[in-house]
């Protein structure tokens, strides 16, 4: 019962829906693609992952491989950040409008250096407080609706990541949280890992970043339920 | 340090003391008699095995441990053949460690307990692949050999074994504990880690070392800064690069604002597994704030990108450093608040003290590094050491408990959290002017550096190659020295008390999965 007292007494720590400013920093931003003349000195082999490419008129950035090593940041290169969230992008149609009000998903760590989990983990927790939107993690792939895969895949995780899907009841979606997740990120040319989840899997919503930050997870999960959310509300700051 | 040149003292009995770095040379007849009496002047830690072993040459072992006022004592063996007397009967902190290179390299430790399905796992890989050992690829992955059945430890009638991941349904890391019990209590765990064996090693080897800082720092992606420091720093030893006053300053205030970060973290973890959930929200809500300040001031919430051979890669500006001192002590503040009333509370006292059993003797015998062994009086800290980065200039008193009871793990952490706020207090107030970094040539040759990350000493030991690139790369981390410490912390403690003990352990399971 103190306890009870105790976090009462304390500020509301969840982010409020329908703010006007995002808090800076929860999002680490990205690099979007920039207009640059033939003159600016502009050395594509500054990203090491070979995300950007010199193209006509401007830089194109491949957000899929983008780990945010920030070498491409002003003023180290023309190259133009953006505070936005909204990355994940959907491959397969929602789910059915049943699931718009609550879901339930399953997390499968396949090899996760531990950023992407600590991001689901502060989605979990009192900032983000996923429950409130009828999100609920799943202590069964019986019960879970969606998939949330991090990680390159590792060959040890191969079986549980295949065996956790065909456990789970149709409909359902895979989402691939992390560069990683997408092609294996950096540890795409390991010999041990299968180079993203797709490779074991059929993937249909996949976000990027490393790590994406937990409204970009919710922003995926939004896709994957179809639901206009509170936090759609909320402006860019 | 830079190992290329080091000199090699051919008599195993000359005493270590004095000079910073003690390279013994050893055959493998005399391996097991040269440790043994190199262990019984001096009680240094135990770090790591570096293996070098590629086509037909013969394996090249070292052996590293870690002594105060910067000393380093290595054990240097030329092998014939491919048997080596296993070390673990006298230094079983190197029972793991052993393991790694049989399964990894091939090479075959004689006498030792148990050898087999470790890092490859037998259901997923072939016999004998020795992968690190292959050039210039390693082989396919597929195999597919009977499942792995742990040695049976406890004969007891009604013994069975209760399996744990390596699934879990929160968002949680991959590992399995396999649990030997006769009902009630847990009689002994098998660990089974490395479902998450990335080959990180393997990956890093020819690759240029500004690429490789990369991949240093996503093998713990919660302790990256600390990862990328001590790569950077055995390559910059290399080089005998110095580093600038300014970037030595901030990189401590980093390291110690990582270090408040992941305590945060592993404080709100303990509080969690014990069930009261309004201070583990209040503790993980500081977190997140702590989060939010690091890509607001430092550019990534998880300190990515910072760390760059010869420095950092940018300056953050002292007016950063400064409000990241001043947020440090207001987030130091909530955590002490909660931390203290937490003290009061015997629901939280009853699941922790004499709860996952460490004590001194036994925490020696395992070898546990950081905040783990701090809590059982083992008083190494590589910041005290071996004083990296501005760690000589602003000094640090280790933290150390003595019970190693889960209670004395938590007083670790929430001392430390303190101690950091403070550190990065100095820190920011101290900050000298001037560069950033400095050009740092590749020299050919052997690099070694140690720093205190958030979970324990870790060290880096680089071999770079005339062309600029690593030749071999082995991480020495700390949740691999201290995982190895969890089946004696959880022995005749009830299921119950199973996730609190892991949770006030701490760790991590990538770091151990490089």
């Known amino acids: 019962m103190p306890w009870f007292w105790e976090g009462l007494k304390r500020d509301v720590h969840t982010l409020p829906p329908g703010v006007a400013r995002l808090p800076s920093g929860v999002t680490p931003g990205r690099p979007t693609t920039t207009a640059v003349t033939a003159e600016d000195p502009f050395d594509a082999d500054i990203c090491p992952v070979g995300a950007l490419a010199r193209r006509d008129a401007g830089v194109a950035v491949d957000f899929d491989h983008c780990i945010h090593c920030m070498r491409c940041q002003p003023p180290k290169a023309p190259v133009q950040w953006q505070n936005d969230y909204r990355w994940a992008e959907a491959a397969a149609p929602p789910l059915p409008p049943r699931f718009q009000r609550s879901i339930h998903v399953r997390i499968v760590d396949a090899g996760d250096c531990g950023g992407c989990l600590s991001e689901l983990r502060q989605l979990l927790g009192p900032v983000y407080s996923l429950h409130r939107y009828g999100i609920y993690v799943s202590p069964t792939p ?3 609706d969606v998939l949330l895969v991090v990680g390159p895949v590792t060959v040890g995780m191969r079986v549980a990541l295949e065996e956790t899907y065909a456990a789970m009841p149709d409909p359902k979606r895979v989402v691939a949280v992390g560069v990683c997740a997408l092609n294996g990120g950096l540890f795409a040319d390991s010999f041990a890992v299968s180079g993203g989840a797709s490779r074991v899997v059929p993937v249909d919503v996949t976000v990027p970043g490393c790590p994406p930050p937990p409204l970009a997870i919710l922003h995926a999960l939004e896709l994957v339920t179809g639901a206009r959310r ?7 700051s | 340090m830079n190992l290329t040149d080091a000199p090699r003292g051919g008599a195993p009995d000359a005493p270590p003391g004095g000079q910073p770095l003690h390279m013994v040379t050893t055959s493998t007849a005399t391996l097991p008699d040269t440790v043994r009496r190199l262990m019984a002047e001096d009680r240094p830690l135990f770090i790591g095995l570096v293996v070098e072993h590629t086509g037909s040459r013969p394996p090249h072992l070292q052996y590293v441990w870690m002594g105060p006022e910067a000393r380093w004592l290595l054990v240097d063996v030329a092998v014939d053949g491919t048997v080596v007397p296993s070390i673990t009967p006298t230094v079983f902190a190197a029972d793991w460690a052993e393991r790694e290179a049989e399964d990894l390299f091939g090479v075959h430790f004689d006498g030792h307990p148990q050898l087999g399905d470790f890092i490859l796992h037998d259901e997923d890989w072939a016999e004998n692949l020795a992968p690190m050992k292959t050039r210039p690829e390693p082989p396919a992955h597929g195999g597919g050999r009977d499942p792995y059945e742990p040695p049976r430890i406890v004969q007891a009638p009604g013994r069975f074994v209760m399996p744990v991941g390596p699934v879990f349904s929160a968002a949680q890391e991959s590992v399995r504990f396999l649990l030997e019990t006769v009902g009630e209590e847990i009689m002994h765990a098998h660990v089974r880690l490395f479902y998450k064996y990335r080959g990180l090693e393997k990956l890093m080897e020819r690759q240029a070392p500004d690429r490789a800082v990369l991949v240093a720092e996503r093998v713990n992606g919660t302790q990256a800064f600390a990862h990328g420091l001590a790569f950077a720093q055995a390559v910059e030893a290399l080089g005998a690069a110095v580093v600038p006053p300014r970037a030595r300053t901030i990189r401590t205030a980093l390291a110690e604002w990582e270090r408040l970060r992941s305590h945060v973290a592993t404080l709100a973890g303990i509080v969690e597994s014990t069930g009261l959930s309004i201070p583990a929200n209040l503790l993980a809500a500081v977190e997140e704030h702590l989060l939010q300040l690091s890509a607001r001031y430092l550019g990534h919430r998880y300190l990515f990108g910072l760390v ?30 909660v931390c203290h009333r937490l003290t009061f509370d015997n629901s939280f006292l009853d699941r922790l003290e004499a709860v996952g059993m460490l004590p001194p003797a036994r925490a020696a015998t395992l070898g546990l590094v950081g905040p783990v062994g701090r809590a059982s009086g083992a008083p190494a800290d590589v910041r005290c050491w071996h004083p990296y980065a501005a760690y000589g200039k602003h000094l640090v008193t280790p933290v150390i408990e003595s019970e190693g009871d889960g209670y004395a793990r938590f007083r670790v952490f929430r001392r430390e959290v303190a101690a950091s706020v403070d550190l990065i207090q100095r820190c920011a107030a101290a900050l000298p002017a001037g560069p950033v970094q400095t050009p740092v040539p590749v020299v050919p040759g052997v690099g070694l550096a140690a720093v205190e990350a958030p979970s324990g000493a870790l060290a880096y030991w680089v071999r770079a190659g005339s062309a600029g690139q690593i030749d071999r790369c082995h991480i020495m981390a700390p949740a691999f020295l201290n995982w190895h410490g969890l089946a004696d912390a959880v022995r005749d403690f009830a299921f119950q008390d199973f996730p609190i003990i892991v949770s006030t352990l701490g760790l991590s399971v990538a770091d151990a999965d490089r």
Do not use: F, H
Not at chain 2, 313 to 328: I, N, V, Y
């Open chain 1, 142 to 144: 019986r019960d879970a």
């Open chain 1, 230 to 236: 509170e936090t759609r509300e909320v402006a860019e």
């Open chain 2, 308 to 337: 760059a051979l010869g420095g950092l890669s940018r300056d953050p500006g002292d007016d950063a450093l400064q409000a990241l001192a001043r947020a440090g002590v207001e987030a130091g503040g909530s955590v002490q608040a």
